[in-house]
């Protein structure tokens, strides 16, 4: 049996392109259903705080 030694200096790792991407996409993705919503008059629900309440559209924009 081998034991590998942790690299503790290696604290800044790469981040995957792929997530990269998907956290971009589902911001945009929030931001459009948003806008939808507003145009709706209605809100959104949302995970917050561990629990699931409805936001509100900012009507003065």
Do not use: C, F, H
Not at 20 to 26: K, Q
Not at 40 to 55: F, K, L, N
């Amino acid at each position: 049996m081998t034991s590998k030694k942790v690299d503790s200096n290696n604290d800044q790792k790469k981040r995957d392109p792929d997530l990269v991407n998907a956290e971009i996409a589902m911001t945009r993705a929030a931001r459009k259903a948003r806008q939808r919503a507003a145009l709706a008059g209605i809100g959104v629900m949302v995970y917050r705080d561990g629990r699931i309440v409805e936001e509100q559209p900012d009507l003065d924009k």
